[in-house]
Nanobody, 128 residues
Framework: QVQVVESGGGLVQAGGSLRLSCSAS????????SGWFRQAPGKEREFVAG????????GCAESVKDRFTISRDNAKNTVYLQMNSLKPEDTAVYYC?????????????????????WGQGTQVTVSA
């Protein structure tokens, strides 16, 4: 059974930084494209950042571009989301997702429907 686990969320003041981590059991995450999504109260889940299996192709949503960076360490089977210059509007539950149907995919998707395996989410709260 696949289990995706996020960690690293918490409470931070505006302008601060957090690094989220994502690992998985039941699959080798290093073989798959992955993405980070977030969902704020009363809003739909939205794409934040994506990375292909090798880490050579990455991208972020416009709202977080130049502040957030997605990366991965395949030797550690971990995907990261480095979040800098955090704003109150970044407050949300952040989810890690794995595109576990396509092994060694050279691309990542910004469509949440393309991801089969999801974590339970980690809360990020940014105070003003």
């Amino acid at each position: 059974q696949v289990q995706v686990v996020e960690s690293g969320g918490g409470l931070v003041q505006a302008g601060g930084s957090l690094r989220l981590s994502c690992s998985a059991s039941g699959l080798t995450i290093s073989r798959y494209a992955s993405g980070w999504f977030r969902q704020a109260p009363g809003k739909e889940r939205e794409f934040v950042a994506g990375i292909n299996w090798s880490g050579r192709s990455t991208g972020c949503a416009e709202s977080v571009k130049d502040r957030f960076t997605i990366s991965r360490d395949n030797a550690k089977n971990t995907v990261y989301l480095q979040m800098n210059s955090l704003k109150p509007e970044d407050t949300a539950v952040y989810y890690c997702a794995v595109d576990s149907s396509r092994i060694y995919s050279a691309i990542y998707s910004s469509d949440l429907n393309d991801y089969e395996s999801w974590g339970q989410g980690t809360q990020v709260t940014v105070s003003a």
